[in-house]
């Protein structure tokens, strides 16, 4: 099992660009969600899903838009970047509940000038 | 909402010290609470968690909490730490709210240097 993959690993942008960061997991987790990471303000919920076709904003879901069209895959997309996205992006996934056990993917540094 | 609490943001400490990180969370319902550890460049990974039982929970790598719901806390522990220990660890919390899914609600980090 490769687990929960992101890509890419590292992508810079231009303020106003768009982009997709990528997600997937080979363990038929139903729950994947995504965080992002700044220092000093630990890991903070963007997105989640419970399923394919369902999905609900978490703590900071402004500027970004998921899907949930199968199980393996849950994309993040950015409407047009900013600097103050600039940051690490992890996506996670769980057996059926937030409550389980999380597991990370390796992330996805962003930086926005 | 629930919130997560750690209070040591950087800690410093020499080898076969033992080590207790702080963290208190905020919500009176059930929780399940977990601690991860992120080493240098790498991503998230499970140290310990809880969910019910016995509120002394043993993880990986030698580390332990326990779990004290009268007092909010989750307080992570080592007996002897070890240089490969250096890295950042986060209290999370999910409160099991019926039904209703959400994420886990993550501390600020501590910051984790072990000197030679």
């Known amino acids: 099992n490769a687990g929960v993959t992101q890509t890419p690993k590292f992508q810079v942008l231009k303020t106003g660009q768009s982009m997709t960061l990528q997600c997937a997991q080979d363990?038929?987790?139903?729950?994947m969600s995504w965080y992002r990471q700044d220092p000093g303000m630990g890991l903070r919920l963007i997105h989640y899903s419970v399923g394919a076709g369902i999905t609900d904003q978490g703590e900071v879901p402004n500027g970004y838009n998921v899907s949930r069209s199968t199980t393996e895959d849950f994309p993040l997309r950015l409407l047009s970047a900013a600097p103050s996205q600039t940051s690490v992006y992890f996506c996670?996934?769980?057996?059926?509940?937030?409550?389980?056990?999380?597991?990370f993917g390796p992330g996805t540094r962003l930086t926005v000038l | 909402a629930q919130s997560v609490s750690q209070h040591n943001h950087h800690v410093i400490l020499s080898e076969a010290a033992s080590l207790e990180l702080g963290c208190n969370y905020s919500?009176?319902?059930?929780?399940?609470l977990f601690w991860y550890v992120q080493y240098p460049g790498q991503h998230l990974q499970l140290l310990l968690k809880?969910?019910?039982?016995?509120?002394l929970v043993k993880g990986i790598k030698g580390f332990e909490a326990e779990f004290i719901k009268s007092k909010f806390s989750f307080n992570l522990r080592k007996p002897s730490v070890q240089w490969s220990d250096t890295a950042e660890y986060f209290c999370?919390?999910?409160?099991?709210?019926?039904?209703?899914?959400?994420?886990?609600?993550f501390g600020k980090g501590t910051h984790l240097i072990i000197q030679p």
């Open positions: 996670a996934s769980s057996y059926r509940a937030p409550y389980n056990e999380q597991f």
């Open positions: 999370a919390v999910n409160a099991r709210s019926g039904g209703g899914a959400d994420g886990l609600t």
């Open positions: 809880y969910f019910s039982g016995d509120p």
């Open positions: 919500y009176g319902g059930t929780v399940n």
């Open positions: 363990m038929n987790h139903e729950y």
